[in-house]
């Protein structure tokens, strides 16, 4: 049976990944001779060469290298095991992993902004992308918290409605439409169109709730690229009204009255069923939905 402890694994990952004793040392706050003793120790363990010393430079040999990833395996756990415990014990910490998509971008940025405020101690990560790649973070489980449009049926989530999300037609201030009290869906469709990449989850809603469809070539994948194509006069936009208040309140853009519209919607605050939140996970999804 091989037997090591967890010095020896601390000390050859150091070793391995700095490619000396003395930089290990240093790290590890402890004397290069102790390095090396733990390291000689974990050799007569396993008995067979783990490194191979040119000059000043250290490095695996082929089972050394092989040993190098089951020691990164063992230090990360031990290292999350550590955070675990630190996040139950101390609640108002802890490190947050939070996507979200690009309608709810600035919202996002507010709220956490109030929250890190509340609970100083606490970091966060914020990865801001589009519903393609946020549901595949979501269905690896590569994070803690998504903020989202409506979340697909045929995954196994948890979701919270926190705030509705009103999708509205917007076009340039001189456009004719806007001196109509109100536009068909069907008047709409001899415009211009302009919205999101294929999957986007106002598309989606506008092709399958409203039955229209986009008759141009013109895709974007982001709110403010919209907001600048149609303040250029190219077409008429959808975007979610929290997106542009600051636009319409200057008229860089206008509101287009058009039947069916506003399209009322929500954002939710989703994670996996399967996995537990972290304490500060749960505090911040507790303030979302209370930030209403």
């Known amino acids: 049976m091989i037997n090591y402890t967890l010095k020896q694994l601390y000390s050859f990952e150091a070793v391995i990944r700095l490619e000396s004793f003395t930089k290990a040392s240093k790290e590890l706050h402890i004397t290069q ?3 090396y003793m733990q390291i000689q120790k974990l050799t007569q363990n396993i008995n067979i060469k783990l490194l191979n010393i040119k000059g000043k430079k250290v490095l695996p040999t082929y089972i ?36 979200a998509a ?3 971008n600035s919202l996002v940025s507010r709220i ?28 690896n489980n590569e994070t803690d918290l998504v903020i989202m449009g409506e979340p697909p049926a045929n ?13 509205i037609a917007i076009s340039h201030p001189d456009h004719p439409l806007l001196k109509n009290k109100t536009n068909s869906i069907k008047a709409l469709n ?17 092709e399958r709730v409203l039955g229209m469809k986009f008759n141009s070539e013109i895709e974007i994948n982001s709110n403010e690229a919209i907001i600048e194509v149609v303040q250029a006069g190219l077409g008429i936009g959808f975007v979610s009204k929290h997106t542009v208040k600051l636009e319409l309140e ?19 605050i989703v994670h996996s069923n399967k996995t537990e939140l972290s304490p500060i996970a749960q505090r911040f999804k507790d303030f979302m939905i209370n930030s209403r």
């Open 33 to 35: 001779p102790a390095v």
């Open 64 to 99: 050394g290298k092989k040993f190098y990833q089951t020691c990164l395996t063992v230090i990360t756990k031990l290292e999350q095991s550590k955070i675990d415990i630190e996040q139950t014990l101390n609640p108002d910490s802890g490190h947050l992993q939070i996507v």
């Open 250 to 268: 200057n008229n860089i853009i206008k509101q287009l009255n058009v039947d069916k519209f506003p399209v009322t919607r929500y954002w939710y």
């Open 155 to 167: 995954m196994a989530l948890i979701a919270q409605p926190f705030m509705e999300n009103p999708l």
């Open 190 to 206: 001899k415009e211009t169109l302009i919205t999101r990449e294929q999957g986007s989850g106002t598309r989606i809603t506008i």
């Open 102 to 104: 690009t309608t709810t």
């Open 112 to 139: 956490l902004a109030k929250f890190k405020k509340k609970y100083p101690k606490m970091t966060f990560h914020l990865e801001v992308t589009n519903r393609k790649l946020l549901l595949e973070k979501l269905y």
